[in-house]
């Protein structure tokens, strides 16, 4: 069966860290472009960081930039999304997904590229 399965979420105090895990079963994630998504209940979908097939590249948005760091273990077949200096803001269901569509991160992580493989989420919640 192919899917991502996403880990790692939970509640966190302001200022706290978590690490996020989406781990790929029935096919390998190396050749695959990887987004992290999140969405607040209310909001729309939000591009949080994403990463080349190779880790080489990565990408950001602003509102997370300086405090998640995105990574890959390819032997592992496992993305990671370090989260530090959690705000109460950051709280949404985490979502990744991935594709090979030879396209430039900022447009995977814009969400114009359509991502053949999803997680089911997993939920951070920020609060005191």
């Known amino acids: 069966q192919v899917q991502l399965v996403e880990s790692g979420g939970g509640s966190v105090q302001p200022g706290g860290s978590l690490r996020l895990s989406c781990a790929a079963s029935?096919?390998?994630?190396?050749?695959?472009?990887i987004v992290w998504f999140r969405q607040a209940p209310g909001k729309e979908r939000e591009g949080v960081s994403c990463i080349s097939s190779t880790g080489g590249s990565t990408y950001y948005a602003d509102s997370v930039k300086g405090r998640f760091t995105i990574s890959r273990d390819n032997a592992k077949n496992t993305v990671y999304l370090q989260m530090n200096s959690l705000k109460p803001e950051d709280t949404a269901v985490y979502y990744c997904a991935a594709d090979k569509k030879p396209y430039n991160l900022y447009f995977y992580c814009s969400g114009y590229v359509p991502l053949n493989y999803w997680g089911q989420g997993t939920q951070v919640t920020v609060s005191s």
């Open positions: 029935g096919f390998t994630l190396d050749t695959y472009v």
